[in-house]
């Protein structure tokens, strides 16, 4: 392969899969070198042979795990075959592109070639029931892969998936068929919770990861027709709108760091795992974390009507009475000093705020990460913005955010990268795409993580 060829190889099938990766430069090499390894300082040095003298620098601020590793060495592996082919159609490359990096996923998950063959094969069974509907409804459906047990059954997973009857047994949330590594049926798994597994996952799916441990791997169809892969207690890859992702978790929390409190990496995963829940619930959400000294700058943006935190709004108070007090127009100043002359209850109370009163009396003074994820993720996804302070205290929920001028995009999508100025806020769009944005060392707005 030429080097221009593996630098956009790199370029677009690598770099993407890794949040929060770059292309950093290359360093010399020698034959003794491997393909893939690991470098200095979280980084991992890349060759597409071992004769090649240079290998390219990836650099990212989460160490590589070794199952990345294998499965960038199966990538490379799987490219470098069919470039020998010497096609010349670029649209069936890109075809056998993506084809041979289903299969370095499901690879870097097993070293058993059995057991590769079976997963793809789950999975090309579970897309096949994505485009058919089973009496009008399209369908869930669960498979879970046992890597170390073997099935004296001669009933496949072919089998099971090419019958109608497979649509009414699993629901792929609480309900299993498992099979061997070889494709044999084993049972009929019904997952219970198990409160002492951490896991990192969508919460309707914590069951599932929670089951799924380094010698189970789990396969989900849901009804969008998504195909989801859970290995190691975790969410790790999915395809979604027919594109592979793999689900740098660690990396993504690292990315929400913050000049905040001994709390930070608490308030930072449930952050995470919010939009991650409105991402797999397919709900639209704007959640902005802001930083220890940039609150009163982020007020500036709400809307007292939209606070909950009897101490923001009292922050929020004193910058609209120090406002007023600047303006020429006695008739406007004179209404905001009334709006704000009475204490923070009397002001929702004599306005209406009902959904402001509601939601406050339901938080009742707990911080974000002390409350039920479901419940974090339906109040995320009420329209408008979910305010998180530096401590976890949440500012404001449904707020609508004042855009700067200048701002384009559509309305979430202005307002996350208006209060990323602030620290750092996730769009996450109906379709499940999940957009990190903070600021540069200029102050400028940057995209942070795109999953």
């Not at 799987?78 to 010349?88: L, Q, T």
């Not at 409190?261 to 991402?279: M, Q």
Request: hydrophobic share 40%; charged share 25%.
């Amino acid at each position: 392969m030429e080097k221009l060829e593996f630098y956009d190889i790199v370029g677009k099938l690598i770099i993407p899969l890794f949040t929060g990766s770059r292309l950093v430069g290359e360093t010399e090499s020698t034959s003794r070198d491997l393909e893939v390894a690991l470098g200095k300082g979280n980084t991992v040095l890349l060759k597409p042979s071992k004769g090649e003298d240079y290998r390219l620098i990836v650099k990212r601020g989460q160490p590589f795990k070794s199952f990345e590793l294998t499965l960038i060495r199966s990538i490379i592996s799987e490219i470098n075959e069919i470039y020998s082919m010497n096609i010349a159609d670029r649209m069936y490359l890109e075809n056998l592109q993506n084809m041979a990096l289903e299969k370095a996923l499901i690879e870097s998950l097993t070293l058993s070639e059995t057991g590769l063959e079976t997963i793809l094969g789950i999975i090309h069974g579970l897309e096949t029931w994505a485009a058919r509907t089973y009496e009008g409804s399209p369908v869930k459906l669960g498979i879970m892969v046992n890597l170390s047990a073997v099935s004296e059954n001669n009933v496949s997973y072919n089998d099971v998936i090419n019958s109608d009857f497979f649509a009414l047994f699993t629901d792929g949330q609480d309900s299993f068929f498992e099979f061997d590594k070889a494709g044999k049926l084993m049972g009929y798994v019904s997952l219970k919770r198990m409160a002492s597994v951490q896991t990192i996952a969508p919460n309707i799916f914590e069951k599932v990861a929670a089951a799924c441990n380094d010698k189970r791997v789990g396969i989900v169809l849901t009804t969008k027709g998504d195909v989801l892969i859970f290995y190691a207690r975790q969410l790790v890859f999915a395809k979604r709108s027919g594109t592979w992702g793999v689900y740098s978790h660690e990396e993504i929390i690292r990315l929400l760091q913050n000049n905040v409190s001994y709390t930070a990496k608490t308030i930072r995963r449930a952050i995470y795992n919010t939009a991650l829940d409105c991402s797999f619930s397919y709900r639209g959400a704007c959640i902005a974390y802001i930083n220890k000294d940039k609150t009163l700058e982020a007020l500036t943006h709400i809307d007292a009507a939209d606070i909950i935190s009897e101490e923001h709004f009292n922050m929020k108070k004193q910058l609209e009475l120090e406002e007023a007090e600047k303006l020429y127009n006695i008739g406007n100043a004179t209404k905001i000093i009334e709006k704000f002359s009475m204490s923070y209850e009397e002001f929702l109370d004599k306005n209406q705020y009902t959904k402001t009163m509601a939601i406050r009396k339901l938080v009742n003074g707990k911080k974000l990460f002390e409350l039920d994820r479901k419940m974090i993720e339906e109040m995320s996804s009420v329209d408008g913005a979910t305010i998180v302070d530096y401590d976890g205290t949440i500012i404001a929920v449904g707020a609508i955010i004042k855009i700067e001028a200048g701002s384009s995009g559509g309305g979430r999508l202005a307002a996350t990268t208006t209060m990323a100025k602030y620290g750092v806020a996730i769009k996450v769009s109906q379709d499940g795409v999940m957009q990190g944005f903070s600021v540069d060392n200029h102050g400028k707005v940057k995209q942070i993580f795109n999953v």
